[in-house]
């Protein structure tokens, strides 16, 4: 890692977060416990990106949908006017605008790319068609559901709430030229949201991936909107069918967690030291099956076969976990931690809501933006 700060985001915005920009560590408190929305309510965050070298070597099985991926692509890049598409459709070499992403609204982290509140209706359609066409259903239903999220946020009003909507907090970006052969990126997420899909022929990366849920549940039009649902309630099963022992060797010896080890801002490819239990033959089924909500939000022949990649890494993945294990409990923190895999999940506090909600993120050790070369 070159240890080369290229850029700092400061802001002022108010935000319904409890300060994830994962500069979290063990035993301490992001944001330092007064970040947005944690206890004290801090007014302000900042982001800092590492200079890092995006190669587009990474390992992936293969199987993308990439033909249809740059249909769509192509089509809704052909929507935009001249001063539009110079906004959107940057450089792939640009690895810089490639790693800025966030948890935090629009308003407190700026986006690359143009807020959907920019693009006409057909335009904002062209965008969502995109992302429907590189997404699995459930992938893409995720992202309407997050994006109800914020629209239900702002309906409440009020400190911590007021600013959110999904035409406001959600940005797109394509990185290069969108090509069946060479490598390109789709980049398209906002508050709780990271989307970063990149392409190299067969190959596909969808990591790294951050969502989350304000509040975890909640009702629109006469139904409930869960958006982690699939995600949270495998990962609670696991750990919640894991026998006293089993349970103890599984409690990371490194410290309490407030938030997020690798979420944005995290590209050096340095990972914290495996700790956990290493998964077992009578585990593997509801690992596996933890793991599956992720890989799946992957177009279906892709996620299949990166599904398969991670279950022959099982003997040497490990789970673990800090502060709590229950789906309702405070600061219950679970991880996945593999070869390949890695998926950290986290109850956390806001300022909007009375209860807990999630933050997860998803990377690939071997394939973050397509690159096994952060450097």
């Not at 309906?155 to 797109?172: K, T």
């Not at 599956?292 to 892709?302: E, G, M």
Request: proline share 5%.
């Amino acid at each position: 890692m070159s240890g080369v700060v290229v850029a700092t985001l400061l802001a002022t915005a108010g935000c319904s977060d409890s300060g994830s920009t994962s500069t979290a560590t063990p035993g301490s408190s992001s944001q330092g416990g007064g970040g947005q929305g944690g206890p004290g309510g801090g007014m302000g965050s900042v982001q800092t990106f590492t200079a890092v070298d995006l190669n587009t070597g990474g390992d992936s099985p293969g199987g993308a949908n990439t033909a249809a991926v740059v249909t769509a692509a192509q089509a809704f890049l052909a929507t935009l006017d001249d001063t539009l598409k110079a906004k959107i459709n940057l450089a792939f070499t640009d690895n810089q605008s490639r790693q800025t992403w966030s948890n935090f609204p629009a308003s407190t982290v700026a986006r690359k790319g143009v807020a959907l509140k920019d693009l006409s209706e057909a335009q904002r359609a062209a965008a969502l068609a995109m992302m429907k066409v590189a997404l699995s259903p459930e992938g893409y239903q995720q992202v309407l559901n997050i994006q109800k999220a914020d629209d239900y946020l702002n309906s409440l009003g009020g400190d911590g709430a007021d600013g959110f909507g999904n035409l406001v907090d959600y940005y797109v970006a394509v990185y290069g030229t969108p090509s069946a052969t060479a490598p390109f990126m789709l980049q398209f997420g906002g508050h709780h949201l990271a989307r970063n899909l990149t392409y190299n022929g067969t190959k596909v990366s969808e990591t790294p991936q951050f969502v989350g849920s304000e509040p975890t549940s909640f009702t629109s039009g006469g139904q409930t909107v869960a958006p982690v649902k699939d995600e949270s309630t495998a990962l609670f099963a696991l750990f919640a069918s894991l026998s006293a022992g089993d349970k103890a060797a599984a409690k990371l010896s490194s410290g309490t967690y407030d938030d997020l080890m690798m979420g944005p801002a995290h590209d050096d490819g340095v990972f914290p030291a495996s700790e956990g239990l290493t998964v077992t033959a009578a585990q593997k089924t509801l690992v596996l099956a933890a793991i599956k909500p992720y890989v799946d939000d992957l177009a279906d022949d892709a996620a299949a076969k990166l599904l398969a990649k991670y279950e022959s890494e099982l003997g040497s993945t490990k789970i673990a976990w800090a502060n709590n294990t229950g789906p309702e409990d405070e600061s219950s923190y679970l991880r996945i931690d593999g070869p390949s895999v890695w998926i950290e999940f986290i109850n956390t506090r806001s300022r909007s809501t009375p209860n807990i909600h999630y933050h997860s993120v998803y990377r690939d050790k071997t394939n973050d933006y397509g690159s096994t070369k952060p450097s």
